[in-house]
Protein backbone atom coordinates (compact mmCIF):
# COMPACT_ATOMS: atom_id res chain seq x y z
CA UNK A 1 0.00 0.00 0.00
CA UNK A 2 1.28 3.25 -1.01
CA UNK A 3 0.34 4.75 2.05
CA UNK A 4 -1.17 3.53 5.57
CA UNK A 5 -3.56 6.60 7.12
CA UNK A 6 -4.68 6.76 10.51
CA UNK A 7 -8.03 8.48 10.37
CA UNK A 8 -9.63 9.37 13.98
CA UNK A 9 -13.26 10.22 14.56
CA UNK A 10 -13.83 8.20 11.66
CA UNK A 11 -17.33 6.79 12.96
CA UNK A 12 -18.72 10.61 13.32
CA UNK A 13 -20.33 12.83 11.37
CA UNK A 14 -17.06 14.02 9.36
CA UNK A 15 -14.94 11.56 9.74
CA UNK A 16 -17.39 8.98 8.07
CA UNK A 17 -17.47 11.18 4.98
CA UNK A 18 -13.63 11.82 5.23
CA UNK A 19 -13.19 7.61 5.55
CA UNK A 20 -16.03 6.54 2.99
CA UNK A 21 -14.24 9.35 0.24
CA UNK A 22 -10.49 7.91 1.22
CA UNK A 23 -11.44 4.22 0.77
CA UNK A 24 -13.48 4.60 -2.41
CA UNK A 25 -11.12 7.20 -4.07
CA UNK A 26 -7.55 5.93 -2.99
CA UNK A 27 -7.78 2.48 -3.12
CA UNK A 28 -3.92 1.93 -3.14
CA UNK A 29 -4.32 3.99 0.92
CA UNK A 30 -4.68 1.79 3.54
CA UNK A 31 -7.26 3.68 5.57
CA UNK A 32 -7.47 2.79 9.36
CA UNK A 33 -10.56 4.29 11.06
CA UNK A 34 -9.59 4.71 14.65
CA UNK A 35 -12.75 5.51 17.04
CA UNK A 36 -13.48 4.55 20.50
CA UNK A 37 -17.51 5.06 19.93
CA UNK A 38 -18.88 7.84 22.59
CA UNK A 39 -22.41 8.78 22.17
CA UNK A 40 -21.49 9.71 18.92
CA UNK A 41 -19.92 7.23 17.05
CA UNK A 42 -21.76 5.65 14.68
CA UNK A 43 -20.63 2.65 12.52
CA UNK A 44 -24.11 2.80 10.86
CA UNK A 45 -22.33 5.88 8.88
CA UNK A 46 -19.74 3.66 7.17
CA UNK A 47 -21.95 0.49 6.24
CA UNK A 48 -21.17 1.28 2.36
CA UNK A 49 -17.77 0.79 2.45
CA UNK A 50 -17.05 -2.05 5.73
CA UNK A 51 -16.26 -4.90 3.27
CA UNK A 52 -13.89 -2.64 1.55
CA UNK A 53 -10.09 -4.17 1.39
CA UNK A 54 -8.19 -1.62 2.18
CA UNK A 55 -10.56 -0.61 5.56
CA UNK A 56 -10.05 -1.41 9.12
CA UNK A 57 -11.52 -0.19 11.90
CA UNK A 58 -9.59 0.08 15.35
CA UNK A 59 -11.65 0.73 18.42
CA UNK A 60 -9.85 2.56 20.14
CA UNK A 61 -9.47 6.03 22.66
CA UNK A 62 -7.07 8.45 22.05
CA UNK A 63 -5.97 8.86 25.27
CA UNK A 64 -4.56 5.29 25.70
CA UNK A 65 -1.44 5.71 24.24
CA UNK A 66 -0.26 1.92 24.78
CA UNK A 67 -3.24 0.77 22.06
CA UNK A 68 -2.35 3.73 20.01
CA UNK A 69 1.45 2.77 19.65
CA UNK A 70 0.09 -0.91 18.90
CA UNK A 71 -2.03 0.48 16.61
CA UNK A 72 1.02 2.50 14.49
CA UNK A 73 3.01 -0.83 14.64
CA UNK A 74 0.44 -3.01 13.52
CA UNK A 75 -0.63 -0.80 10.33
CA UNK A 76 2.99 0.74 10.02
CA UNK A 77 0.95 4.24 10.20
CA UNK A 78 2.37 6.72 7.81
CA UNK A 79 -0.17 9.86 8.09
CA UNK A 80 -2.40 10.64 10.41
CA UNK A 81 -5.58 12.92 9.90
CA UNK A 82 -7.18 13.73 13.53
CA UNK A 83 -10.27 14.66 13.54
CA UNK A 84 -11.90 12.58 16.76
CA UNK A 85 -13.02 15.32 19.52
CA UNK A 86 -16.06 15.94 21.47
CA UNK A 87 -17.79 18.18 19.32
CA UNK A 88 -21.11 19.78 20.52
CA UNK A 89 -20.76 23.30 22.40
CA UNK A 90 -23.69 22.96 24.97
CA UNK A 91 -22.07 19.96 26.35
CA UNK A 92 -18.57 21.29 26.24
CA UNK A 93 -21.09 24.08 28.82
CA UNK A 94 -21.76 21.02 31.09
CA UNK A 95 -18.65 18.87 31.01
CA UNK A 96 -15.40 20.98 29.90
CA UNK A 97 -13.29 18.76 31.30
CA UNK A 98 -14.24 15.66 29.22
CA UNK A 99 -13.27 18.25 26.25
CA UNK A 100 -9.82 18.84 27.95
CA UNK A 101 -9.49 15.38 28.03
CA UNK A 102 -10.45 14.16 24.52
CA UNK A 103 -9.26 16.89 22.62
CA UNK A 104 -6.11 18.31 24.24
CA UNK A 105 -4.82 15.63 26.39
CA UNK A 106 -5.83 12.94 23.77
CA UNK A 107 -4.64 15.11 20.86
CA UNK A 108 -1.01 15.37 22.86
CA UNK A 109 -1.09 11.70 22.99
CA UNK A 110 -1.19 11.03 19.31
CA UNK A 111 1.00 13.63 18.66
CA UNK A 112 3.39 11.98 20.91
CA UNK A 113 2.90 8.33 19.44
CA UNK A 114 3.57 9.51 15.59
CA UNK A 115 6.75 11.66 16.92
CA UNK A 116 8.01 8.65 18.40
CA UNK A 117 7.47 5.87 15.82
CA UNK A 118 8.26 8.04 12.67
CA UNK A 119 11.72 8.35 12.37
CA UNK A 120 11.70 10.58 9.56
CA UNK A 121 9.23 13.51 9.35
CA UNK A 122 9.96 14.48 5.89
CA UNK A 123 7.68 11.12 5.13
CA UNK A 124 4.65 11.69 6.89
CA UNK A 125 2.26 14.36 7.63
CA UNK A 126 -0.35 14.76 10.77
CA UNK A 127 -3.16 16.68 9.74
CA UNK A 128 -5.01 18.20 12.40
CA UNK A 129 -8.96 19.00 11.71
CA UNK A 130 -9.92 22.15 13.80
CA UNK A 131 -13.49 25.19 13.66
CA UNK A 132 -13.47 28.52 13.02
CA UNK A 133 -14.86 28.73 16.43
CA UNK A 134 -11.32 29.26 17.79
CA UNK A 135 -10.98 32.39 16.30
CA UNK A 136 -13.77 33.75 18.57
CA UNK A 137 -16.88 35.58 17.97
CA UNK A 138 -17.31 38.35 15.25
CA UNK A 139 -19.47 41.35 14.98
CA UNK A 140 -21.80 42.16 12.07
CA UNK A 141 -19.06 42.57 9.96
CA UNK A 142 -15.77 41.24 8.78
CA UNK A 143 -14.16 37.70 8.26
CA UNK A 144 -12.07 35.06 9.89
CA UNK A 145 -8.94 34.88 8.22
CA UNK A 146 -5.71 32.40 8.84
CA UNK A 147 -3.95 35.28 10.58
CA UNK A 148 -6.98 36.31 12.78
CA UNK A 149 -5.79 36.00 16.55
CA UNK A 150 -7.36 32.84 18.62
CA UNK A 151 -9.90 34.36 21.11
CA UNK A 152 -11.83 30.94 22.02
CA UNK A 153 -14.94 31.98 23.93
CA UNK A 154 -16.12 28.32 25.11
CA UNK A 155 -15.09 25.63 26.75
CA UNK A 156 -15.45 23.68 23.15
CA UNK A 157 -13.48 26.32 21.24
CA UNK A 158 -11.11 26.58 24.01
CA UNK A 159 -10.23 23.35 24.51
CA UNK A 160 -9.65 23.14 19.78
CA UNK A 161 -7.63 26.35 20.17
CA UNK A 162 -5.10 24.44 22.95
CA UNK A 163 -5.42 21.01 20.35
CA UNK A 164 -3.93 23.64 17.91
CA UNK A 165 -1.51 25.25 19.46
CA UNK A 166 0.32 21.90 20.37
CA UNK A 167 -0.09 20.97 17.02
CA UNK A 168 1.98 24.22 16.00
CA UNK A 169 4.35 23.53 19.21
CA UNK A 170 5.28 20.41 17.67
CA UNK A 171 5.63 21.64 14.60
CA UNK A 172 8.26 23.98 15.53
CA UNK A 173 9.65 22.13 18.72
CA UNK A 174 10.29 18.96 16.64
CA UNK A 175 9.80 19.96 13.29
CA UNK A 176 6.79 17.32 12.64
CA UNK A 177 5.22 17.65 9.84
CA UNK A 178 1.74 19.43 10.30
CA UNK A 179 -1.31 21.43 8.47
CA UNK A 180 -4.46 22.28 10.12
CA UNK A 181 -7.65 23.46 8.76
CA UNK A 182 -10.38 25.47 10.44
CA UNK A 183 -13.46 24.55 9.23
CA UNK A 184 -17.04 26.16 9.64
CA UNK A 185 -20.29 25.02 10.04
CA UNK A 186 -21.10 21.78 8.45
CA UNK A 187 -24.63 20.15 7.53
CA UNK A 188 -25.46 17.20 5.86
CA UNK A 189 -25.85 12.92 6.16
CA UNK A 190 -25.26 11.52 9.26
CA UNK A 191 -24.86 14.56 11.69
CA UNK A 192 -25.80 13.27 15.35
CA UNK A 193 -29.98 15.05 16.36
CA UNK A 194 -28.36 17.09 18.62
CA UNK A 195 -26.48 19.60 16.28
CA UNK A 196 -29.23 22.87 15.23
CA UNK A 197 -30.21 21.33 11.11
CA UNK A 198 -30.99 17.56 12.03
CA UNK A 199 -32.62 18.40 15.36
CA UNK A 200 -34.85 20.76 13.74
CA UNK A 201 -35.53 18.15 10.36
CA UNK A 202 -36.24 15.57 13.34
CA UNK A 203 -38.31 17.32 15.70
CA UNK A 204 -40.54 18.56 12.60
CA UNK A 205 -41.16 15.01 11.77
CA UNK A 206 -42.05 14.41 15.00
CA UNK A 207 -44.42 17.26 15.47
CA UNK A 208 -41.84 18.95 18.64
CA UNK A 209 -41.01 22.00 19.59
CA UNK A 210 -38.04 23.57 17.65
CA UNK A 211 -35.52 25.08 20.56
CA UNK A 212 -34.41 28.64 18.92
CA UNK A 213 -32.26 29.64 21.63
CA UNK A 214 -32.42 33.52 22.43
CA UNK A 215 -33.80 35.82 19.45
CA UNK A 216 -32.26 33.12 16.49
CA UNK A 217 -30.08 36.18 15.85
CA UNK A 218 -26.79 34.58 15.74
CA UNK A 219 -24.97 33.71 12.51
CA UNK A 220 -23.01 31.03 11.30
CA UNK A 221 -21.53 29.87 8.15
CA UNK A 222 -22.82 26.53 6.35
CA UNK A 223 -20.90 23.87 4.64
CA UNK A 224 -22.22 20.95 3.05
CA UNK A 225 -20.01 17.96 4.98
CA UNK A 226 -19.05 16.70 1.49
CA UNK A 227 -17.53 19.81 0.90
CA UNK A 228 -15.44 19.59 3.86
CA UNK A 229 -14.40 16.06 3.08
CA UNK A 230 -13.40 17.16 -0.69
CA UNK A 231 -11.60 20.28 1.01
CA UNK A 232 -9.67 17.76 3.61
CA UNK A 233 -8.71 15.70 1.04
CA UNK A 234 -6.94 18.81 -0.70
CA UNK A 235 -5.21 19.54 2.11
CA UNK A 236 -3.92 16.24 2.73
CA UNK A 237 -2.47 16.25 -0.47
CA UNK A 238 -1.22 19.50 -1.34
CA UNK A 239 -1.32 21.58 1.92
CA UNK A 240 1.99 23.15 2.39
CA UNK A 241 4.42 22.02 5.77
CA UNK A 242 2.91 24.60 8.62
CA UNK A 243 0.28 26.03 7.29
CA UNK A 244 -2.99 26.80 7.95
CA UNK A 245 -6.20 26.53 5.86
CA UNK A 246 -9.26 28.08 6.85
CA UNK A 247 -12.50 25.96 4.86
CA UNK A 248 -15.95 27.37 4.32
CA UNK A 249 -18.70 28.40 1.96
CA UNK A 250 -19.07 32.06 2.39
CA UNK A 251 -22.47 31.01 3.24
CA UNK A 252 -23.88 32.67 6.54
CA UNK A 253 -27.34 32.90 8.08
CA UNK A 254 -29.20 33.84 11.24
CA UNK A 255 -30.42 30.46 13.22
CA UNK A 256 -34.10 31.71 12.91
CA UNK A 257 -34.15 31.84 8.89
CA UNK A 258 -32.42 28.64 9.21
CA UNK A 259 -35.38 27.02 11.01
CA UNK A 260 -37.69 28.80 8.70
CA UNK A 261 -36.09 27.06 5.01
CA UNK A 262 -36.37 23.91 7.07
CA UNK A 263 -39.83 24.32 8.15
CA UNK A 264 -40.98 25.52 4.29
CA UNK A 265 -38.92 22.12 2.83
CA UNK A 266 -40.70 19.61 5.72
CA UNK A 267 -43.95 21.44 5.15
CA UNK A 268 -44.01 20.90 1.26
CA UNK A 269 -41.83 17.33 1.60
CA UNK A 270 -44.62 15.39 4.37
CA UNK A 271 -47.65 17.68 2.45
CA UNK A 272 -48.36 19.90 5.36
CA UNK A 273 -50.51 22.78 4.99
CA UNK A 274 -47.88 25.63 4.24
CA UNK A 275 -46.87 27.60 7.69
CA UNK A 276 -47.24 24.46 9.75
CA UNK A 277 -44.01 23.55 11.11
CA UNK A 278 -43.40 27.10 11.66
CA UNK A 279 -45.87 26.66 14.60
CA UNK A 280 -43.41 24.81 16.11
CA UNK A 281 -40.45 27.41 16.58
CA UNK A 282 -40.09 28.25 20.29
CA UNK A 283 -37.68 30.75 21.59
CA UNK A 284 -35.66 29.32 24.82
CA UNK A 285 -33.07 30.53 27.17
CA UNK A 286 -30.18 31.72 25.36
CA UNK A 287 -26.46 29.54 25.04
CA UNK A 288 -24.41 30.30 27.63
CA UNK A 289 -21.79 32.80 26.29
CA UNK A 290 -23.40 32.16 22.91
CA UNK A 291 -21.05 33.64 20.03
CA UNK A 292 -22.67 35.80 18.06
CA UNK A 293 -21.63 35.54 14.24
CA UNK A 294 -18.63 32.99 12.55
CA UNK A 295 -17.83 33.90 8.92
CA UNK A 296 -15.21 32.11 6.89
CA UNK A 297 -12.68 33.83 4.24
CA UNK A 298 -11.64 30.97 2.07
CA UNK A 299 -9.79 32.32 -0.21
CA UNK A 300 -6.61 30.97 0.59
CA UNK A 301 -7.80 27.44 0.18
CA UNK A 302 -10.00 28.53 -3.10
CA UNK A 303 -6.34 30.51 -4.46
CA UNK A 304 -3.41 28.23 -3.50
CA UNK A 305 -5.01 24.59 -3.75
CA UNK A 306 -8.09 25.08 -5.92
CA UNK A 307 -10.51 24.12 -3.98
CA UNK A 308 -14.20 25.12 -3.84
CA UNK A 309 -17.48 24.02 -2.51
CA UNK A 310 -19.40 21.78 -5.18
CA UNK A 311 -22.95 22.30 -3.91
CA UNK A 312 -25.16 25.36 -3.33
CA UNK A 313 -26.66 25.68 -0.11
CA UNK A 314 -30.39 25.57 -1.32
CA UNK A 315 -29.17 21.83 -3.25
CA UNK A 316 -27.10 20.85 0.17
CA UNK A 317 -30.30 21.56 2.52
CA UNK A 318 -32.67 19.74 -0.33
CA UNK A 319 -30.22 17.06 -0.11
CA UNK A 320 -30.28 16.62 3.49
CA UNK A 321 -33.52 16.57 4.27
CA UNK A 322 -34.26 14.18 2.00
CA UNK A 323 -31.34 11.71 3.26
CA UNK A 324 -32.99 12.18 7.04
CA UNK A 325 -36.21 11.34 5.40
CA UNK A 326 -35.07 8.09 3.49
CA UNK A 327 -33.00 6.96 6.96
CA UNK A 328 -35.75 6.96 9.37
CA UNK A 329 -33.86 3.78 10.30
CA UNK A 330 -30.47 5.46 11.37
CA UNK A 331 -32.43 8.21 13.19
CA UNK A 332 -34.43 5.91 14.99
CA UNK A 333 -31.54 3.59 16.00
CA UNK A 334 -29.44 6.94 16.86
CA UNK A 335 -32.36 8.64 19.17
CA UNK A 336 -33.11 5.11 20.56
CA UNK A 337 -29.29 4.30 21.55
CA UNK A 338 -29.88 1.05 19.10
CA UNK A 339 -26.75 2.23 17.17
CA UNK A 340 -24.36 1.03 19.90
CA UNK A 341 -25.25 -2.37 19.76
CA UNK A 342 -23.62 -2.33 15.69
CA UNK A 343 -20.35 -2.69 16.79
CA UNK A 344 -20.90 -5.96 19.17
CA UNK A 345 -23.04 -7.30 16.22
CA UNK A 346 -20.32 -6.70 13.48
CA UNK A 347 -17.07 -6.77 14.64
CA UNK A 348 -16.98 -9.30 17.76
P1 LIG B 1 -18.72 14.05 15.99
O1 LIG B 1 -18.99 14.37 17.42
O2 LIG B 1 -19.83 13.73 15.07
O3 LIG B 1 -17.69 12.83 15.91
C1 LIG B 1 -16.57 12.72 16.76
C2 LIG B 1 -16.03 11.30 16.64
O4 LIG B 1 -14.87 11.20 17.49
C3 LIG B 1 -17.02 10.24 17.14
O5 LIG B 1 -17.05 9.15 16.23
C4 LIG B 1 -16.47 9.81 18.49
O6 LIG B 1 -16.77 8.47 18.81
C5 LIG B 1 -14.97 10.02 18.26
N1 LIG B 1 -14.27 10.26 19.54
C6 LIG B 1 -14.61 11.14 20.52
N2 LIG B 1 -13.75 11.03 21.54
C7 LIG B 1 -12.83 10.08 21.20
C8 LIG B 1 -11.70 9.53 21.84
N3 LIG B 1 -11.33 9.93 23.06
N4 LIG B 1 -10.99 8.58 21.20
C9 LIG B 1 -11.37 8.15 19.97
N5 LIG B 1 -12.45 8.61 19.32
C10 LIG B 1 -13.17 9.58 19.92
O7 LIG B 1 -17.86 15.28 15.47
P2 LIG B 1 -17.84 15.98 14.03
O8 LIG B 1 -18.88 17.01 14.00
O9 LIG B 1 -17.77 14.95 12.98
O10 LIG B 1 -16.44 16.73 14.12
C11 LIG B 1 -15.23 16.07 13.74
C12 LIG B 1 -14.07 17.04 13.91
O11 LIG B 1 -14.27 18.18 13.09
C13 LIG B 1 -13.90 17.55 15.34
O12 LIG B 1 -12.51 17.64 15.59
C14 LIG B 1 -14.54 18.93 15.31
O13 LIG B 1 -13.94 19.77 16.26
C15 LIG B 1 -14.23 19.36 13.89
N6 LIG B 1 -15.18 20.31 13.28
C16 LIG B 1 -16.53 20.06 13.29
C17 LIG B 1 -17.38 20.94 12.63
C18 LIG B 1 -18.88 20.70 12.57
O14 LIG B 1 -19.61 21.55 12.09
N7 LIG B 1 -19.39 19.57 13.03
C19 LIG B 1 -16.87 22.07 11.99
C20 LIG B 1 -15.50 22.30 12.02
C21 LIG B 1 -14.65 21.40 12.65
O1 LIG C 1 -18.42 26.47 13.59
C1 LIG C 1 -18.03 25.14 13.63
C2 LIG C 1 -18.69 24.43 14.80
O2 LIG C 1 -20.06 24.25 14.45
C3 LIG C 1 -18.05 23.09 15.11
O3 LIG C 1 -16.72 23.30 15.53
C4 LIG C 1 -18.83 22.36 16.21
O4 LIG C 1 -18.27 21.09 16.42
C5 LIG C 1 -20.27 22.22 15.75
O5 LIG C 1 -21.04 21.60 16.77
C6 LIG C 1 -20.86 23.57 15.39
O6 LIG C 1 -21.05 24.38 16.57
P1 LIG C 1 -22.36 25.27 16.80
O7 LIG C 1 -22.52 25.50 18.24
O8 LIG C 1 -22.35 26.45 15.88
O9 LIG C 1 -23.48 24.22 16.23
P2 LIG C 1 -24.94 23.86 16.76
O10 LIG C 1 -25.60 23.05 15.71
O11 LIG C 1 -24.91 23.33 18.16
O12 LIG C 1 -25.67 25.28 16.83
C7 LIG C 1 -25.81 26.08 15.67
C8 LIG C 1 -26.47 27.38 16.10
O13 LIG C 1 -27.84 27.09 16.48
C9 LIG C 1 -25.85 28.02 17.33
O14 LIG C 1 -25.89 29.44 17.19
C10 LIG C 1 -26.72 27.58 18.48
C11 LIG C 1 -28.09 27.45 17.84
N1 LIG C 1 -28.95 26.40 18.39
C12 LIG C 1 -28.44 25.14 18.54
C13 LIG C 1 -29.22 24.12 19.05
C14 LIG C 1 -28.64 22.73 19.25
C15 LIG C 1 -30.29 26.67 18.71
O15 LIG C 1 -30.75 27.81 18.55
N2 LIG C 1 -31.06 25.66 19.21
C16 LIG C 1 -30.58 24.39 19.40
O16 LIG C 1 -31.34 23.50 19.88
Given amino acids: MEKSILITGGAGFIGSHVVSLFVNKYPDYKIVNLDCLTYAGNLENLKEIEGAENYTFEKVDIMDEVSLKKVFEDHNITDVIHLAAESHVDRSISDPLAFVKTNVIGT ?76 SNNYGPNQFPEKLIPLCINNIKN ?47 KNIDIVKVLCKIMDKKLERESGTSEKLITFVKDRAGHDHRYAIDASKIQQELGWEPSLQFEEGIEKTVDWYLQNQEWL ?4 SGNYQKYYEAHYE
Avoid at 125 to 151: A, N, W
Avoid at 332 to 335: A, G
Fill in 207 to 253: NKPLPVYGKGENIRDWLYVVDHARAIDVVFHSGKNGETYNIGGFNEW
Fill in 332 to 335: ENVT
Fill in 108 to 183: VNLLNVAKSYWKDYSKHLFYHISTDEVYGSLDDGGFFLETTPYDPQSPYSASKASSDHFVRAYSNTYKLRTVISNC
